[in-house]
């Protein structure tokens, strides 16, 4: 319910960052802007092409980074204050979600190909810049990008 209705029932951030595929030069700022001087250690990072059981949910994935990191500190003791969520907005097929006047993401189809591919390496590469200590939890991507990524970053 929180996935499929975050749009609609959007009070505050819960803290995450949304990245937009359509604005690439903004993602530094956004993401030391996000991190406010704290020493982020820890980031789920989700395109939520494939949330589990109920597919493309767009940008309303970002709660499954918020779930995660509540996981990661009420069970493994991190740090709440290390740790980001974060959503790469890279469209969404869910026609329903781009009929939604309340929807927050980007309001076209997903992006594929070496577009997609160029804006998850800039996050990567711009994430361990800023913060060097970091564990990078890719969650709930789509099956194809999902293992090309994990093919990609498995060594880092």
Known sequence: DTIENYSDLF???????FLSI???DSMKASLKNAADGRDIRLIVVTDAEG???IGDWGTNGVDISVGKLMVYTAAAGIDPSQVMPVVLDVGTNNQ???????????RHER?????YYKFVDQFVN???DLFPKLYLHFEDFGR?????I???YKDQ
């Open 96 to 106: 329903d979600l781009l009929k939604n006047p309340m929807y927050l993401g980007n």
């Open 150 to 152: 994990l093919n990609k």
């Open 51 to 53: 949330i589990l059981g």
């Open 111 to 115: 992006i594929t190909g070496d577009r």
């Open 126 to 128: 711009t994430a361990e």
């Open 144 to 148: 194809d990008n999902a293992a090309n």
């Open 11 to 17: 009070i505050q951030s819960q803290n995450a960052v």
């Open 22 to 24: 359509d604005d690439p």
